[in-house]
């Protein structure tokens, strides 16, 4: 294997034996490129910072988004799909031209114009949804039903980040937003409590055990502009001696400043004026009914005054949830906050609201993490069996079996079938990687009607009439459950 003559990903398969041949012939000097053209090959891979999902993993991920809907479902969310690209503007106005995500870390290109007609248009990969989905609830006139809207969605973003475990181009985000016109009660504190006790309720519900909760308020759209005075004047005199990035945004948005995480500018970072102390009245009354909420629901919580969160629209609340087990440094389960003047500033109504985004990546790490240290063998290695190996005993027993798979399958079980080259010891071996029982279809079984059943697991073999079979075999563990892998 050699790296590709483009110096990208790919790695070259030459048939050296090929090669050597035609040099020694006298051939090389004729068409050696046309004739060994057909045996080098490039193997193409999944680009840096994406991934596949292969089962059984992919099965944790069905369980956590079958969590989400379920949870979700409880709390009145309906579900939203937006595309999964949009009008660069979406994301430049809505999440704001200096924070990392817009000025780094989109995948943006120019559409080509089809006709004479029209004009190209500047289109990205959506870096998140949130602007997509207040996009979509103005688009849709949703807050002229008067009504609060509860909408959920679960689904890739994009971002150019630097690959690393936890850390991916493309990655998976399970959200939700409440959003409405302020009559729907859209403002209400109530509702970011209770966003906050149902993220706490998904996470115990789908396993993850031992995460935190920081909260903060960023205040309000009125003490923000004191704020970010308060902060432009304290950087002044140290701005100089911060990074690159950090001595831009002192000037065009300092706010921006307190998301730096190199590890030199966090002193001069530290020491710089606090939210909490800018928060006028409203803010503060709304951050105390707030805590109060989660207060009286039992959720545990401390106040983190930098939590600030790396997109402009943010308003008043924000949170973050974290879990250390399997993540490193990317600790960060899911993050929210408020973002009560996100409509106006996309050209929509006034309309309050308040989400979150899940990163599916990192909950699926977390809760392998936790897995395996159960013994419950949900990392990459195990293999999701089947309930039942429904093994012919020769070609003859082939469509009896496919017939009797079929049945076991309407009855609800999960079965692999296999053919009709039975050979004992080899059969059993593969029976036994990939189910937990296997039922033996020979010509006795075809005669008596009373087919032979073998567990895996206890290695007791007992015959069973064949009209109780589905209830016999379902009498194992439900599909699914930690004792379902192996
Ligand atoms: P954000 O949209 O930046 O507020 O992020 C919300 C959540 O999405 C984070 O807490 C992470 O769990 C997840 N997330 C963000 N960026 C990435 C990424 N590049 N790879 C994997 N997960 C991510």
New binding site residues.
């Given amino acids: 294997m050699a790296v590709s003559p483009d110096g990208g990903g790919g790695e070259w398969v030459a048939v050296r034996g090929c090669v050597g041949f035609l040099a020694g012939s006298g051939l090389l000097n004729w068409r050696l490129p046309a004739l060994c053209g057909l045996y080098l090959m490039s193997i193409l891979k999944a680009v840096r910072g994406t991934r596949d999902l292969l089962p059984p993993e992919t099965e944790l991920w069905n369980r956590v988004e079958a969590t989400a809907r379920r949870v979700f479902a409880r709390y009145n969310f309906g579900e939203i799909r937006t595309p999964v690209f949009e009008d660069t503007q979406l994301f430049a106005r809505g999440i704001g031209e200096e924070t990392d995500v817009v000025s780094k870390e989109m995948y943006t290109w120019e559409d080509r114009a089809r006709a004479a007609s029209e004009k190209a248009q500047s289109l990205t990969l959506r870096p998140?949804n949130t602007a997509g989905v207040v996009r979509a609830y103005i688009e849709h006139g949703l807050g002229e039903t008067g009504l609060l809207q509860k909408l959920y969605y679960i689904g890739p973003q994009f971002?150019r980040?630097r690959p690393q475990k936890?850390?991916?181009r493309q990655?998976s985000?399970i959200g939700a937003e409440v959003i409405g016109p302020v009559s729907s009660g859209s403002e209400s504190p109530l509702r970011d409590a209770e966003v906050l006790e149902m993220l706490a309720s998904f996470l115990d519900e789908v396993g993850v055990t031992g995460w935190r909760l920081a909260i903060n308020s960023v205040g309000s759209s009125s003490d923000r502009p004191r704020y970010v005075a308060a902060l432009r004047e304290a950087l002044i005199p140290v701005a100089a001696g911060m990074c690159v990035d950090c001595r831009r945004r002192a000037e065009t948005n300092p706010l921006r400043v307190l998301d730096c995480k190199v590890p030199g500018d966090q002193a001069a970072i530290e020491a710089l004026p606090r939210i909490a102390d800018f928060l006028d009245e409203g803010s503060q009354v709304h951050f105390a009914a707030l805590r109060a909420g989660l207060d009286v629901c039992g959720v545990p919580y401390t106040v983190d005054p930098r939590l600030v969160?790396?997109?402009d629209y943010y308003t008043r609340t924000t949170f973050e949830f974290t879990h250390d087990a399997g993540l490193g440094t990317q600790n960060?389960?899911?993050?929210g906050g408020r973002y009560d003047g996100l409509s106006e500033m996309l050209g929509g109504p006034r309309a309050p609201g308040i989400g979150f985004?899940?990163?599916a990546?990192?909950l699926v790490l977390t809760l392998q993490a936790g897995l395996a240290g159960a013994g419950a063998g949900l990392d990459s290695g195990s293999v999701l069996k089947a309930d039942v190996f429904m093994a012919p005993v020769g070609e003859a027993q082939g469509p009896a079996a496919l017939k009797l798979a079929r049945e076991l399958r309407a009855a609800g079980l999960r079965v692999e079938l296999g053919d009709g080259n039975f050979r004992l010891k080899k059969s059993f071996e593969v029976a036994d990687k990939v189910a937990r029982k296997i039922v033996l279809l020979g010509e006795d079984e075809m005669a008596t009607g009373v087919v032979t059943v073998k567990d895996f697991g206890t290695g007791v073999q007992s015959k069973v009439p064949r009209q109780n079979l589905a209830s016999e075999l379902r009498k194992v563990a439900p599909l699914g459950s930690p004792s379902a892998l192996a």
Avoid: C, V
């Fill in positions: 998140e971002r980040e936890g850390r991916y990655f985000q969160r790396g997109l960060a389960l899911l993050g985004a899940i990163g990546d990192r």
